[in-house]
């Protein structure tokens, strides 16, 4: 084996090369050794330093000795005058690939030999850019496993209502107290309301979006209803949701005033976005949870309903409603069960007919007209259900 040539001294000019010749070739690691440490004698004394991988020391930098990353710091500070490293140490302990599992690991006279890197909490992985948290550990296999649903009686309930005046019956008939506000289980600003008791063998939270800050009216709405939902679940872990309010009835449907129905599905019809697939996600139809023993014993009817964000109705909307095929229509139903959905907690509606949509009076104003009397069997109607479900579980209902 021939000898290296000497490395050329600073002031000798390297040869120039043509385009044409071979291109010195790179160490295989080159591209994954960005920095390494190297420990220089000098006077005696080892000094350790950092150069960029292929940097030119020079010939003035002689006795250039990689040392490992690994070594401890006691090793390392015994390192005196003309000392050299434990033989059980190996000047070179490991040095970086480039990847987040392995090291290169070398002792002297030895061969390099990669191993796997201790394990490390998660960090945060820049990626173009932006901050991504790490995947963090997963959770032990001994964790126990989840009491299967259905295995024993309701115990928390949670009503979930749009409007003052139609829950303010229920807050009455059940005795129900607000929550102050230092025992909030909202975040700080939000305005909506809890009131909880308990009743028989249940304990109670009605939930409302409470009033708009600029304009003092109730926030009805689909936004309102999703957002009140979503942290009242995410807080009180109900067993069960009853979503309770007034609707307006299709005459076409059989639906009049004062009736009461319970929705066997739920979707939305002023969602419309006209591309394959998201025209389905916008309708967003889904079946709700299904009480045959409470549609059985209470006398409700059954009907199908749909969500929009307005009161009246539009001709898109009339189109999208028949499409439903919706025998009532209100401005929440559907955007709680979307909620609810997400978390696997299982949903009733329960809707009182103010005003017959296809009838002759406008909706506003017949809306208005019998919204305090069918607020009253609103509240007969729920009170019936939490009687009903008061000792059992989900399956019997």
């Not at 599905?265 to 139809?285: E, N, S, T």
Request: net charge negative; hydrophobic share 35%.
């Amino acid at each position: 084996m021939s000898e290296s040539p000497p490395l050329p001294h600073r002031d000798e000019p390297t040869p120039s090369k043509s385009r044409h010749d071979s291109p010195p070739k790179s160490s295989p690691l080159s591209t994954a050794l960005p920095l390494r440490h190297v420990y220089t004698r000098r006077r005696g004394h080892y000094h350790r330093s950092q150069v960029n991988q292929g940097e030119d020391m020079g010939p003035d930098k002689e006795e250039r000795q990689p040392t490992g990353g690994g070594a401890s710091q006691a090793a390392r500070s015994s390192v005196g005058p003309d000392s050299t490293p434990p033989a059980d140490q190996p000047i070179i302990s490991e040095m970086d690939t480039g990847s987040p599992l392995w090291r290169l690991s070398l002792g002297t006279g030895s061969s390099p030999t990669c191993q796997r890197r201790p394990a490390s909490p998660p960090r945060t992985i820049r990626l173009l850019g932006f901050e991504l948290p790490a995947m963090a550990p997963p959770p032990p296999s001994e964790q126990p496993d989840a009491p299967a649903a259905g295995a024993g009686a309701i115990s928390k309930v949670l009503i979930v209502m749009a409007m003052e005046t139609e829950a303010t019956p229920l807050v009455n008939k059940f005795r129900l107290v607000e929550a102050p506000a230092h025992e909030s289980i909202f975040p700080k600003g939000a305005t909506w309301t809890r009131f909880y008791g308990n009743y028989k063998d249940l304990h109670l939270d009605l939930v409302m979006p409470g009033k708009d800050v600029v304009f003092g009216v109730d926030s009805v709405g689909t936004v309102s209803a999703s957002l009140v939902a979503y942290a009242s679940i995410q807080a009180l872990k109900p067993d069960l949701i009853i979503n309770a309010g007034t609707a307006g009835g299709f005459k076409t449907k059989g639906a009049s005033v004062g009736d009461v129905f319970l929705a066997s599905d739920v979707a939305f019809h002023d969602r419309r976005i006209p591309i394959p697939v998201f025209d389905m996600y916008g309708v967003g139809a889904r079946k709700t949870f299904a009480a045959p023993n409470i549609l059985k014993e209470l006398n409700f009817k059954l009907g199908k309903l749909s969500t929009g964000d307005s009161l009246d109705m539009s001709p898109q909307d009339e189109e999208m409603i028949l499409k439903n095929d919706a025998t009532v229509k209100d401005m929440e139903g559907a955007a709680v069960a979307y909620v609810a959905d997400i978390f696997s907690t299982p949903a009733i509606f329960v809707k009182a007919v103010t005003d017959i949509v296809d009838g002759e009076k406008p909706t506003a104003e017949e809306f208005l007209q019998n919204l305090i009397s069918v607020t009253a069997a609103l509240d007969v109607a729920v009170t019936k259900m939490i009687d009903f479900i008061s000792g059992k579980r989900i399956t019997d209902l």
